[in-house]
């Protein structure tokens, strides 16, 4: 009823002493822990199947009934009351929970489960007469019947190699993606660098061609007369047959008409080929223009006049 000194008349009245603090109390199969004898529990499963386990439980005893529980047992021996009362009230709990779950959840992820439940169903049971549940373990493994915890062991083997198994199946899988865009990769490059080639080489032969052709058409007949005369030597050969000449002649006057339609067309090429000036550039051009003078016309171009010292040829004009 109190804590602390108390004064009472022996004569007439009697102190009766409960601890309320936390008590421990263990349930084991193995004598060399709690009682020298096997007081371990054991259940049923869904399926019949005996589950031994070793017990161990912490509890306290509410002050307020305390007198309830004297006067219900008549003992102040908490100890002899947790061997008695209460471990018949976790069997019966452990009965009643572990009968609805099969042995493979009791034994695997439903042992938590199994817990729970029992501790909740203590609370009801033992809450009325003072009991306070503090703690409720299964200390150590289950012990199955042997046949019972093999087929257990070889059902969660069969599974534990099933998870492998497609854990590998997405391995395989994917590298072989991988695989597959890294090949995906190195074709699009190779088509990539064949194409930049292919592109390199055209614009090559483009600008060979046109050079050719910026060459061909400013060779007028006067420069290539002019040129053959530069590097002749002024010898003439000793003796001389077949069709070889000294020093090749051309008629000017079959070239000179279409000195118009070439000049034309090589001005088209040099255009072309010119790089256009920015168009800041451009824009000062224009101003200097306006300000100072009208813009001059772009000069007309003529073929290359052979010097003094070679004979002149007049050249047509377009």
């Known amino acids: 009823m109190v804590t602390g000194w108390v004064f009472f008349n022996p004569l007439t009245e009697q102190i009766i002493e409960f601890p309320t603090s936390i008590q421990n109390v263990v349930w084991m199969q193995s004598p060399h822990e709690g009682s020298p004898h096997d007081d371990s529990i054991t259940f049923s499963s869904?399926?019949?199947?005996?589950?031994?386990?070793?017990?161990?439980?912490?509890?306290?005893?509410?002050?307020?009934?305390?007198?309830h529980l004297y006067l219900r047992f008549r003992k102040t021996d908490?100890?002899?009351?947790?061997?008695?009362?209460?471990?018949?009230?976790?069997?019966?709990a452990f009965s009643d929970v572990a009968s609805r779950m099969p042995v493979q959840e009791i034994y695997g992820a439903g042992k938590h489960k199994?817990?729970?439940?029992?501790?909740?169903?203590?609370?009801?049971?033992l809450g009325p007469d003072g009991f306070v549940i503090a703690q409720l373990t299964i200390n150590g493994a289950l012990r199955l019947p042997e046949n019972v915890a093999q087929a257990i062991n070889r059902a969660m083997e069969a599974t534990q190699n099933a998870i492998q198994a497609e854990n590998r199946v997405r391995q395989v899988r994917a590298e072989a993606e991988q695989n597959i865009a890294q090949s995906h990769g190195q074709a699009?490059?190779?088509?990539?660098r064949a194409q930049g080639e292919a592109d390199a080489v055209l614009i090559r032969a483009h600008a060979d061609a046109k050079a050719n052709e910026i060459i061909r058409l400013s060779a007028s007949g006067t420069v290539l007369q002019w040129r053959a005369i530069e590097r002749w030597d002024g010898k003439l050969p000793m003796m001389q047959s077949g069709d070889k000449l000294p020093m090749l002649t051309f008629d000017i006057s079959r070239l000179a008409g279409n000195d118009a339609a070439r000049e034309k067309r090589l001005r088209e090429l040099l255009e072309e080929t010119t790089p256009h000036p920015t168009e800041k550039a451009k824009e000062e051009t224009a101003e200097g223009a306006?300000?100072?003078?009208?813009?001059?016309?772009?000069?007309?171009?003529?073929?290359?006049?052979?010097?003094?010292a070679a004979p002149a040829e007049p050249v047509a004009k377009p």
Do not use: C, W
């Not at 399926?47 to 305390?66: M, R, T």
């Not at 699009?188 to 990539?192: L, N």
């Open 78 to 92: 908490l100890m002899e009351l947790a061997n008695g009362y209460v471990r018949n009230s976790l069997r019966e």
């Open 290 to 308: 306006t300000k100072d003078k009208p813009a001059e016309q772009k000069a007309e171009f003529k073929p290359a006049e052979a010097p003094s």
């Open 46 to 67: 869904s399926e019949g199947v005996n589950v031994n386990a070793d017990i161990g439980l912490s509890f306290a005893i509410e002050p307020s009934k305390v007198p």
């Open 188 to 192: 699009e490059a190779a088509r990539q």
């Open 114 to 125: 199994l817990v729970v439940d029992v501790t909740h169903k203590l609370h009801e049971q």
